[in-house]
């Protein structure tokens, strides 16, 4: 798949945009002189248009082709970053943050998308894997160098990075899309739409999992560099570097994933990532130091893709005939459930603290992973008698 490493480029500054802000959170706090609550709403307004973005892009994808609409989706994305880079006002950077958002929203999804239409079912879950080593390098990115940059530089300066990274990564893909026309898998002839997708009880499932799932873990983790700051004194590099565990524990899923996949079941993966996302919440809750954070970050990153790229998986057969709308439901679940969680953390944590979203965390993934890992293998189940019936059925008597 030649496709395979522009996508990959694209995906990492996609993803690093959305996560920049993680670090930058007590900086700009001091910067524009507001509470952090209110510097969050760099990450809501990103997670928020990025969701309902979704809802379009997905369309778009099935109608002109996946791949010229991720090209134009990097080149509106640098722009926006351009803009968040000169914003003078914490309300301008919310703004050039949600115009990000919108374009960003027009990248991961849409690469799935394009994987689930160009590799075969058997091995998809294996490169969706693959694929993920670039997210979580635009992850550790946008966590950990942004913080970096922050403290050494100015967090304007990492704007400024996204955007010529960005604009790069839209030559490279831009340089394939002109040349190459989107095969017919690319189109869809069909007018399936959002109801097609919505109709089929598995698909509201997975949409439905997937939104609590961003609620939670998406969001209390992008407190975690705060909470680092103001409980322990961390500087914005050092509370970066512990996020960024995170995402190392996210490369440790995908080194061991082959394994994981050839022996587990897709329920018992996700069941084992809904646990791990427990412990990870807690150590990091009850932790007396800034070091314990460092084993819940590790543990909340390898939790966090085991769950989730099972749910990807699920979510690239939810509606083939309509694959790019049906990934884009996925990705709308995800970020609108951040973004809800997002807009509900500044009350929260204003009345508790940080902490009180670990709890929060560390209780409901486990036990909605463990049910969702539950009904994929009663429906696997039932499929293999299905399947042992029609056998049985079609013998000679």
Not at 108 to 115: E, G, H, L, T, V
Not at 185 to 211: D, N, Y
Not at 237 to 250: L, P
Request: charge should be positive; hydrophobic fraction near 55%.
């Amino acid at each position: 798949m030649k496709l395979f490493g522009p996508l990959c480029v694209a995906a990492a500054m996609s993803m690093a945009a959305m996560r920049a802000c993680d670090a930058l959170l007590p900086a700009l706090s001091a910067d524009f002189d507001v509470p952090v609550g209110v510097a969050a709403r760099s990450i809501s307004a990103f997670v928020l248009t990025y969701g309902v973005m979704q809802l379009v892009f997905g369309p778009l994808g099935d109608r002109f082709g996946k791949l010229r609409v991720v090209a134009v989706a990097l080149s509106a994305c640098s722009l926006a970053n351009v803009m968040a880079a000169f914003a003078p006002t914490m309300t301008s950077l919310a703004v050039a943050r949600g115009l990000s958002g919108a374009a960003a929203a027009g990248v991961i999804p849409m690469s799935m998308a394009i994987i689930g239409d160009t590799v075969s079912v058997e091995h998809r879950q294996q490169t969706l894997a693959y694929f993920l080593l670039a997210t979580i390098g635009g992850l550790i990115g946008g966590q950990w160098v942004s913080g970096l940059m922050a403290d050494f530089l100015h967090w304007r300066a990492v704007f400024g990075v996204l955007a010529i990274g960005s604009g790069i990564a839209a030559l490279l893909v831009h340089a394939h899309a002109s040349v190459r026309t989107a095969p017919e898998s690319e189109r869809c002839k069909c007018q399936a739409g959002f109801r097609t997708v919505l109709k089929a009880p598995q698909a509201r499932l997975v949409l439905a999992v997937t939104a609590i799932e961003g609620l939670f873990t998406l969001t209390g983790f992008a407190f975690v560099p705060a909470y680092l700051h103001n409980r322990f004194g961390l500087g914005l590099a050092a509370a970066g570097a512990v996020m960024a565990m995170y995402g190392v524990g996210g490369l440790a899923y995908v080194t061991l994933s082959r394994v994981l996949i050839q022996r587990l079941a897709p329920g018992t993966l996700a069941s084992l990532g809904g646990v791990l996302l427990g412990f990870a919440f807690a150590i990091v809750a009850i932790g007396p130091r800034w070091e314990w954070s460092v084993v819940g970050c590790f543990l909340g990153g390898l939790g966090f893709y085991t769950l989730h790229n099972t749910l990807q998986a699920q979510a690239t057969e939810m509606s083939p005939q309509a694959r790019g709308t049906a990934v884009g439901l996925f990705a709308a679940s995800l970020f609108l459930g951040q973004a809800i969680g997002m807009g509900m953390a500044v009350g929260v944590i204003g009345a508790f603290g940080e902490r009180s979203l670990f709890y929060a965390a560390a209780v409901v993934l486990p036990m909605l992973a463990t049910a969702f890992g539950r009904k994929l293998r009663m429906g696997a189940s039932m499929c293999c008698r299905g399947q042992g019936k029609r056998m049985t059925r079609g013998r000679a008597p």
